[in-house]
């Protein structure tokens, strides 16, 4: 069994189902609202959990309802909370996100997110030392990444780094990385001045650009290949990348070659854009290897 970290933020969704998404300046009548655990480091946990690794989760959360809601939620889902604190007097963090149109927008307001600092995380050094992999995203402090990313250098762990939200990152925190995960826009922002082929061609196998419905895209060191997502009907996107990067995670961990890495968590983030939330239609392990046989 593939042992993981997750670096990230924890937080309660806050979701408005809409037919339209409105302008600015527009009022629009929602179809529904729901309140679902989500940030994208809990997401990423959660999925590897379902996915079959042990997970252990390094966060913060507030003292308040949500915090609760968030750590039961964890519990539920078989990752190991002894590295996520909740913070007196800190509420937790929130998204609130808007499904309309076939796709997400969303705002993060981090809240207790804040609160994992780097002197937070090098209290965890004894589970991040006995992990496969290490997965961090951008929910949380920048210098928080940028520690991470050298600690894990130092540590001789591979870390998966998600740069999402999108913002520029230091030179020597992709090179530390052993993989980077941006989606297309993302991407443009890490690698301002390079088109996507430069950048693709600079980072062979450690660059790998998600295209959405149309797969993944990344360098072998000879050329440049997609691998193509599974086509299916969306409900709900949000998660997908999440459950992507848990996917890609544990396969590599597990010493599949990248191909067979790609498509195990291109097919994991189809299945979970089948049900409502961001955890909500995440894939157990069972079901990706079904649909992949």
Not at 185 to 210: D, M, N, V
């Amino acid at each position: 069994m593939s042992k993981i970290c997750v670096i990230g933020s924890s937080s309660m969704d806050l979701v408005v189902t809409s037919k339209k998404r409105p302008k600015a300046g527009e009022t629009v009548l929602g179809d529904s609202f729901k309140t679902v655990p989500g940030g994208k480091g809990a997401n990423q946990a959660v999925a590897a959990a379902r996915l079959g690794a042990e997970v252990c989760m390094i966060g913060c959360v507030g003292d308040d309802h949500y915090g609760k809601d968030i750590l039961d939620n964890f519990k539920a889902n078989g990752v190991l909370t002894d590295y996520v604190e909740p913070v007196t007097g800190q509420e937790s963090g929130t998204a609130h996100i808007v499904l309309a149109e076939g796709d997400n927008s969303i705002i993060v307001v981090k809240g207790a997110n804040d609160h994992v600092t780097p002197e937070y995380v090098q209290q965890a050094q004894p589970a991040l030392k006995e992990a496969d992999i290490v997965l961090i995203q951008q929910e949380i402090p920048e210098e928080t990444v940028d520690y991470v990313s050298g600690l894990c250098k130092t540590l001789g762990i591979p870390l998966l780094l998600n740069p999402a939200p999108a913002r520029p990152l230091r030179r020597e925190t992709i090179e530390n990385a052993a993989y980077i995960t941006p989606n297309e826009h993302e991407a443009s922002i890490l690698f301002k001045g390079l088109s996507q082929e430069e950048a693709l061609q600079r980072y062979p196998g450690k660059l790998f650009i998600t295209e959405g419905k149309n797969g993944v895209r990344y360098h072998n060191g000879h050329e440049e290949k997609l691998i193509p997502a599974f086509p299916v009907e969306a409900i709900d996107t949000t998660g997908a990348g999440d459950t992507f990067n848990a996917g890609f995670a544990i396969a590599l961990s597990e010493g599949k070659d990248i191909e067979s890495a790609l498509r195990f968590a291109n097919r994991a983030a189809s299945l979970s854009v089948l049900k409502f939330g961001a955890q909500g239609g995440m894939p157990k392990r069972e079901e990706v290897e079904r649909e992949l046989s």
